[in-house]
Each structure stands twice: as C-alpha cells, then as structure tokens.
C-alpha cells in the first residue's frame, strides 16, 4: 500500500514537472514570436481566461473584449521586461485580474448602465430569462462587495477551474489561506443573497 502511494505521488510529482517543462519550452518559442506557438496559447488559455473574466463581469460581449485585452498585452509583453519569465498561466491570469479591475475602475468614472444584449432573443419563457437574468446580476453584484481576495479565490476556483493547490501557488498564498478564504466567500455571498427576494 506505501509502495502504490509513494509510486502515484511520485507519477504525479514527475507529470508536472513535464508540463512545467512543456510550458516553458512553449513560452520560449512564444518569446520568438513562433505563430505555432502563440496560436497555441491562445487556444489552450482562452477558454480559461473567458471563464475567469465571465466570473467577474456580466456582459458576454465585454467579457470577450476583456479576454481578448488579456492575450493582446501578453503578446505586447513577450517583447518587453515584464514578460513571462516561468509560467504562462499565472501571467495570463494575473493580466486578466489587472484588466479586470481596470474595466470597473473605468465604469465607476463613467458611471453609466450597460444594456444586457444578450436579453430577450424571442425563444423559451421570458419571465424565466428575466429572473435568471436577475439572479446572475444578484450573484455578481454580491460578489463586488467581497474583498478582492475572495473575489480572486472565487475566480480562479469556479471561473478558472483551479484545483485549491494551483490557487494557493497562483496567489502565493498556503493551501489553508485559499480554504479558509474561500469559506468566507461562501458564508458572506450566502448571508448577503439570503434576504433577496430571488433567492427566497
């Protein structure tokens, strides 16, 4: 039984060394502007990042608009100093945490109301689109009055798809801070959405 523990952990340990090693030898060639390459960036990450960004804001035309920002600062910053120098994956993703905060830092300046588009297309009960439309505006606006940790945790977790131990890596924080802090999302998003009437 140790034996078949000790050869899965380390079958696990050597399999990631190998994606580590396969990403780095994928962002050299990215760093000398190999089509190849970046096309391969591209479609590995966006779905990723998509997820991530569409945790965080409402509109699916904006979250596009944002994922796309993302890859084109990544290929902005393969020639520059502040490229990435190990990991694709946490550039990318601390890339679409920074546009992300940029977008609602702009739209608190403009202080205007977006039109959802993607309401109503004619098809299915409009009364049913209308409170999942609702809900999901609920749930976001919840989720702007956690701390920007939380909203991180809750991201990379549910969004991005992390598993707790890549989380807590991605943020530089323990496995224990990333658990705990995603309880407290948790318990404050439920306590915050439990007195609205769509979620009675």
């Known amino acids: 039984m140790a034996q ?3 050869f899965t952990k380390s079958f696990r340990l050597k399999r990631q060394q190998l994606a580590l090693q396969e990403e ?8 000398a502007f190999d089509q190849e390459a970046l096309t391969e960036i591209h479609d590995r990450y966006y779905d990723a990042i998509y997820r991530y960004v569409s945790f965080r804001v409402g509109n699916p035309q904006t979250v596009e608009d944002l994922t796309s920002e993302v890859f084109t600062r990544f290929l902005g910053a393969l020639g520059e100093r502040n490229a990435p120098q ?3 994956r946490g550039w990318l993703y601390g890339a679409a945490s920074r546009v992300v905060k940029e977008h609602y830092r702009q739209q608190k300046r403009a202080k205007f109301t977006t039109l959802d588009e993607s309401l109503p297309n004619g ?3 409009p009364v049913k689109q ?3 439309t609702q809900t999901q ?4 606006q919840a989720i702007t009055e956690l701390t920007e940790e939380q909203q991180n945790v809750l991201a990379l977790r549910f ?4 598993p707790i131990k890549e ?3 991605t943020m530089n924080k323990s496995e224990g801070s990333i658990k705990m802090l995603q309880v407290r999302a948790v318990a404050t998003l439920s306590r915050n959405l439990s007195g609205s009437k769509v979620w009675q």
């Open 4 to 6: 078949a523990l000790s």
């Open 123 to 125: 098809s299915g009960d």
């Open 130 to 132: 209308v409170e999942e």
């Open 167 to 169: 989380v807590a890596k």
């Open 159 to 162: 969004g991005y798809g992390l």
């Open 137 to 140: 505006e609920m749930l976001r």
């Open 24 to 31: 780095l030898e994928l962002l050299n060639r990215a760093r």
């Open 86 to 88: 190990n990991t694709i």
